[in-house]
């Protein structure tokens, strides 16, 4: 089972980590590496590399949208062809949505399909605005006339 899924290929684990028990760099392989790779896409600027500055997506330029249906889908199709043209180990992508006004988020759902095995996966990625819901206003306590009149004549 293994070798079969060895052109998914292996590399550094994202983000970079140590395995303490023998001081090597871990790493990821199959699928974890395919949602590893789709991480770095998202979350890298394009132009943020100077050796390859196509690579990445500009999600980043939606930080302050409008939350709007069209604009949802404008983002949507954005994170699908930054996806499709950036890794090549997968074939499908569908991304979903949900606004979440209090939290100041989108949860990106995106589904997709490993071209070589024919496995279905994926990854829930969270997009935070730079805005959240107002808190509620408390209503003011009552405050009754023989309370103020003390606090008056207390001053």
């Known amino acids: 089972m293994a070798d079969d899924k060895r052109f998914l ?7 970079v980590q140590v395995d303490p028990a023998t001081g090597r760099f871990m790493t ?3 699928n974890q590496s395919v949602k590893e790779s789709i991480y ?14 196509d690579f990445g997506s500009n999600i980043m330029n939606y930080t302050f949208m409008d939350t709007g249906a069209t604009m949802l889908s404008i983002f ?3 994170i699908s062809e930054a996806i499709l043209s950036q890794e090549p ?3 499908d992508v569908e991304i979903t949505t ?3 006004e209090n939290q100041g988020m989108i949860l ?3 589904d997709y399909l490993v071209s070589d095995t024919n496995t279905r996966d994926n990854m829930v990625f969270p997009f935070y605005l730079d805005r959240a819901a107002e808190p509620e206003e408390e209503p003011a306590e009552d405050v009754s006339r023989e309370e103020t009149q003390e606090n008056t004549y207390m001053e």
């Open 108 to 110: 990106v759902n995106i």
């Open 9 to 15: 290929g292996t590399g550094c684990r994202f983000p």
């Open 89 to 91: 180990r997968i074939a």
């Open 40 to 53: 770095l896409i998202l979350m890298t600027q394009r132009t943020e590399r100077l050796t390859r500055p």
């Open 98 to 100: 949900e606004f979440h």
């Open 28 to 30: 990821s392989s199959g």
């Open 76 to 78: 949507r199709r954005d």
